[in-house]
DNA sequence: AGCGAAATTTGAATCGATCCAACAAAAATG
DNA sequence: CATTTTTGTTGGATCGATTCAAATTTCGCT
């Protein structure tokens, strides 16, 4: 009697049933996870009982820590966790790290946390049996604390050089130098490049100790792409500017702006993101220049919504849903080896790019 | 020299730790976890003893048990997981849970599974402190499924009237209402719904005996408003054609190859979902026909993609992100109590509704 | 009934931590 | 110097399950 109301207080464990069934833990935790080695009898008695006193099953918190894994894998930013649902490179690759989570049947956790300390924290605390790791501002720091869990993970972007970390990304140069080329075949000869970070928190003109110094050298591969694809069309990329932006709306702008401000004005924009190059068309549009009439531009990442503006963008694509596919597979199917792939990259050529204006 | 050695084979414990500094568990364990009550010189030294022997810090999972509580919630569907990231609705959605999660430092867990078996062992096994429900195909099933696990849970889109699950809607009525009547105004009479499911796995026109036995009321609901506002009008809704799709391109472009086979065809759409309104304008722009100036359509849910099309859509919309920031909100702070909350609605004219065309 | 094989059941050990009452040592007080 | 207070440390209990070797029961067969 008493024990039942006792019962009342808190969760009903398995070992509640085991008792008021009178059978042993063992036997009771065979009746929920291998009911075929129980007889029929006790296995219906047991899960009547069960059923009666209202237990929820097997709780996963006990079950985890005699398992050890945990069947779910985290994707960790320095980006709030909006960023997932909001921002279309993240949800195009989060579409290929589903994809291979669904088959296997793993779950996903999101952890996020623009905080210092509570980035820390959620890394720490994190249930999962690895990490995928975005790695934009704030890369390294990632890194460094995802380390610390002694679990498998994966870099994304390849962000740094670190041979070290398992990571997948692109060939940025390759990329770059595409992108290059097709600008200056077209006739441009005066560039201006907005870049991603080379380091954290930098923003404005590039000096070119910034660029030697880089944390992050995917971006310091693109800009050498386009660099070296210049100067065999003969440009002086000393005075190419490059303005380093946070990848977002306002630093974009700034740049444009700082870029307009100078005396000889781009015919042509290499934007290493497809984000800074949509926002720049707005910003020209907004100026009433026009694209590519008077401004061409190219991109970087291939993301849907390139498609859909006006003008569409030519940009160079990266295989994003694949690599995320490949890096949840990286962790699902983890063998304690460390992975770099190198993907390549497809040049779509859409409407944001013409021939140079006639200067 | 043997312990080292033999350590190497699995990761280390605390206890480990503890064993190799010479001090009692509970104080390796206050180290990491309050490390100001421990004497500075002792931490140090069990610190650096860690660091030596690569400790991983506690493992979450052993915690886990201990505090009771995973600081995650779980967002459940029966979708494969790439819903998330894809569906509009679902990302608005996310967005607002995502919100929420953030402000209080909580993890999110994404569980998901179209097949059965995997869904229900995916709910059993989350490591989670209570569950968001996406409750489109397949809702009811996912509540029974997450009800056996005895925690917190709230359903969205009031799927079904169980007074006993919290769950948070609009009123479905009231919108359905205004976009009948803002319809009826323009001076259409020969309407057609594209309508969400009423049961599982219904597809094709709705007769009234479906409407009647609708497991999910939320389709009823809005059904019921359309139709109570157009009988004022004197319009017999017993002829107005309702085609049950599953919320997707294919049934919904079947269900719009069924409308306009029949003798009358309808001037006005109302569609549930914005989604298949978008649908719709695209199918009726294939078909050389004018909206708005053949036919009308109103939407249902106020997903930022209905802003972009061509001609934008007029639609009832939802405040999804409250919605969702709410959600989460019920389950992080949860005391015990149901909630059903009913959220308004806002009525957003846009380029999608015009007059009727003179027959 | 007797016997060995097969099918079940048992209960202790384990997973990896945190908590807390009790104790010990050091510091403050009279 | 004796006594209280403060500060640190200890080790057992606990969280909720699973596992596995050993013990027990059941079954088929002679």
Wanted: hydrophobic residues 45%.
């Amino acid at each position: 009697m008493a024990s039942l109301l006792e019962g009342q207080a808190r969760p009903i464990r398995l070992a509640d049933i085991a008792k008021a069934a009178g059978v042993s833990h063992g036997t009771a935790s065979n009746v929920f996870s291998r009911p075929e080695i129980v007889r029929a009898e006790v296995r219906e008695r047991v899960k009547a009982i069960a059923e009666q006193m209202g237990y929820a099953g097997p709780d996963p918190k006990g079950r985890l820590l005699r398992a050890g894994k945990v069947n779910a894998i985290g994707v960790a930013t320095t980006e709030p966790l909006s960023y997932f649902f909001d921002d279309p490179f993240a949800r195009v690759m989060m579409a290929g790290i589903s994809e291979a989570c669904d088959a296997t049947g793993a779950g996903i956790a999101l952890v996020s946390a623009a905080n210092q300390e509570k980035l820390a924290w959620n890394i720490q605390s994190a249930l999962v049996d690895g990490f995928v790791l975005f790695c934009i501002e704030g890369g390294s720091r990632l890194v460094d604390l995802t380390r610390e869990r002694k679990l498998p993970f994966v870099a994304l972007e390849l962000g740094f050089q670190d041979e070290t970390v398992s990571a997948i990304g692109v060939d940025n140069v390759a990329g770059a130098r595409l992108a290059a080329r097709h600008l200056a075949e077209l006739g441009h000869r005066r560039f201006a490049v907005l870049s991603l970070g080379f380091a954290d928190d930098h923003t404005g003109f590039a000096t070119p100790e910034v660029v030697r110094s880089a944390v992050y050298t995917g971006t310091r591969d693109r800009l050498a792409g386009y660099f070296e694809e210049l100067s065999r069309f003969g440009i002086d990329t000393a005075t190419v500017p490059v303005y380093e932006t946070e990848n977002e709306e306002k630093s974009t702008r700034a740049g444009l702006e700082a870029i307009f401000a100078r005396d000889e004005r781009p015919t042509a924009i290499l934007a290493m993101s497809d984000r800074m190059a949509l926002i720049a068309i707005d910003w020209l549009k907004a100026r009433g220049l026009n694209v590519p009439g008077d401004v061409s531009i190219v991109g970087f990442d291939g993301v849907p919504d390139g498609a859909l503006s006006t003008p569409p963008l030519t940009t160079i694509a990266q295989p994003i849903t694949e690599i995320g596919r490949r890096a949840a597979r990286m962790i699902l199917d983890h063998d304690g080896a460390v992975r770099r792939e190198t993907m390549g990259v497809e040049f779509i050529v859409r409407g944001s790019t013409g021939p140079a204006p006639k200067a």
